[in-house]
């Protein structure tokens, strides 16, 4: 199995589109829009500048629950953004989410085996296009989701395993176990950087029990791949897992709090479940249902039929490959056997886990690159003459792409930077707090405020003032009631009435007479308004 073809003119071809796939993505991406999502507004913004800035212990819930995620994935799209004109760090990002094709690229050549060197690679290019033009994965395209990073981590693992699935297989065990670590160590390093990416570690990792080896062999390679992961992940999410840790008693807080039982959340997982199959009957068949009801799993509409294209497939397939060997009747095998049982069994693996622990579409992108390949894999199964699986392929590949409609989280107009505020004066900001309340997304204004002045968000998707069971509660009052200077209250301007009863609870009147207007470029105007204690308007009347 090679990653690059021999010849002279194949491979200046796959050399081409390794170099010139990714700027064209990345160009792409320019013409979509300056990506204004909500979760970058709410976070990704936020919790780098925070991170970078030593703001960690500063600030208490400014991007609600997100605050407490791993910001490691947010620090080089801040740096970017921060530092270049929005166009050019808009063109870095969308360049670096168009390495995805690149790999995909790589683990098509290695893994085809249909026509001579050049047939190949055209068809690798093909899927490897296609990759990048998914519902999922091309509204995801220069935005900061990350999803289309951790892909990065996904498909370089299967990069490292496909180009090398002989060796590992059959050679010598010391250098098959170090490759199989690496790769593990790709896939561990995105799961430290975004937690969900774990179903990929999972899958990857068991696939290797149905690769064609000895029963140990393939044990021992599993064994090194999740040592591999654990060191990617210790590497990538470690320093942060501490961190949650002494601040809190729970690695990865507040998820799973159920089993940590930290004292400063609820015993609760918080799992959202507001995507999961609404019965046991929908949740098996989901494929069938998503698709057409998108809104099942996203927060906006898309659609695509490769997941569909793939449950419908892939076992069909599978069963009558069995079928065939019993009558002695040989698969079509358009791609190379090993390769084939590995990356459909870590799909069909990833996949289950999806469906069981998330739902959520924006998850299943990585495997939305990789279905291309995996409808190809499926067709060569197929007990029927390869010109026929070809055409099954080719026609399943037209449908997906031709009926493709990607999703739009948000786009604005380019700016001269990507993210602008025009805060007005502050006085005296050395001894002002400034309160966030109401629900929506609102800390990428807090970088354009005086450094000095600490937020405290007291009302939030994790925190109310009257929640009950969420220790949170009394650091939130004990840094509102210590603070001895002036109150700020920063909200969009129609929870500015909801801002002013959570901040009631806390003892504060919120003057909604007294507002000055925060415009920004990516979303609505907010609301800078002042803030009264209760008992010294008490004081002041007596």
Request: hydrophobic share 55%; with cysteine; proline share 8%.
């Amino acid at each position: 199995m090679t990653l690059l073809p021999t010849a002279r003119r194949p491979r200046t071809m796959a050399l081409a589109f390794l170099l010139l796939a990714p700027p064209l993505y990345g160009l792409l991406g320019l013409a979509l829009g300056m990506d204004a999502n909500w979760d970058l507004r709410n976070y990704h913004w936020y919790n780098a500048y925070a991170l970078l800035t030593g703001r960690l212990g500063m600030d208490m819930l400014p991007a609600q629950m997100p605050s407490f995620y791993n910001p490691l994935l947010d620090v080089p799209f801040y740096l970017l953004a921060s530092h270049l004109p929005a166009r050019a760090a808009g063109f870095v990002w969308g360049t670096l989410h168009g390495l995805n094709l690149a790999l995909a690229f790589l683990l098509a050549h290695a893994t085809l085996r249909v026509g001579g060197a050049g047939a190949r690679v055209a068809l690798a290019a093909l899927l490897a296009a296609m990759a990048g033009f998914g519902g999922g994965t091309l509204g995801l395209l220069g935005t900061t989701f990350h999803d289309n990073m951790v892909s990065l981590g996904v498909l370089g693992a299967l990069v490292v395993v496909a180009g090398s699935l002989p060796r590992l297989i059959g050679g010598p065990a010391p250098g098959a176990f170090a490759r199989v670590a690496a790769a593990g160590l790709l896939a561990g390093a995105a799961m430290g950087m975004k937690n969900p990416t774990v179903i990929y570690a999972v899958g990857l990792c068991l696939a290797f029990l149905a690769v064609p080896a000895r029963p140990w062999r393939r044990l021992w390679l599993a064994f090194f791949f999740g040592v591999g992961v654990l060191g990617g992940l210790a590497l990538c999410g470690g320093f942060w897992m501490a961190h949650l840790w002494v601040e809190y008693g729970n690695p990865v807080f507040p998820h799973m709090n159920q089993i940590f039982k930290s004292p400063f959340a609820a015993l609760s997982g918080y799992v959202n479940v507001g995507f999961f199959p609404d019965s046991r009957l929908e949740r098996l068949f989901f494929p069938l249902v998503f698709p057409f009801a998108p809104l099942k799993v996203g927060e906006v509409p898309f659609f695509d039929l490769r997941v569909l294209a793939l449950f419908l497939l892939v076992p069909v397939a599978a069963a009558l490959a069995l079928l065939g060997r019993a009558f002695h009747r040989p698969s079509a095998g358009l791609t190379e056997t090993a390769a084939t049982r590995y990356l459909l069994t870590a799909m069909a693996v990833t996949y289950a886990l999806w469906v069981a622990m998330f739902c959520i579409y924006r998850y299943l992108v990585p495997l939305e690159m990789l279905a291309p390949l995996a409808i190809v894999m499926a067709a060569g199964l197929l007990p029927v003459p390869r010109r026929a699986a070809l055409i099954l392929a080719a026609l399943l590949l037209l449908l997906v792409q031709a009926t493709a409609r990607p999703a739009d989280w948000g786009r604005v107009p380019w700016s001269e930077r990507w993210v602008e505020a025009a805060v007005p004066p502050i006085e005296d900001p050395d001894d002002t707090m400034v309160l966030m309340a109401g629900y929506w997304a609102i800390s990428h204004v807090i970088p354009a405020f005086p450094p000095r002045i600490p937020f405290v968000r007291i009302q939030s998707n994790f925190l109310q003032p009257d929640s009950v069971g969420n220790g949170y509660l009394a650091l939130m009052q004990d840094k509102v009631g210590t603070h001895r200077g002036r109150f700020l209250m920063l909200s969009t301007i129609p929870d500015t009435p909801g801002a002013a009863k959570a901040a009631a609870l806390l003892g504060l009147r919120v003057a909604q007479d007294n507002c000055r207007v925060i415009p920004n470029n990516l979303g609505e105007p907010l609301n800078l308004c002042a803030v009264q204690r209760m008992a010294d308007l008490e004081r002041s009347v007596d």
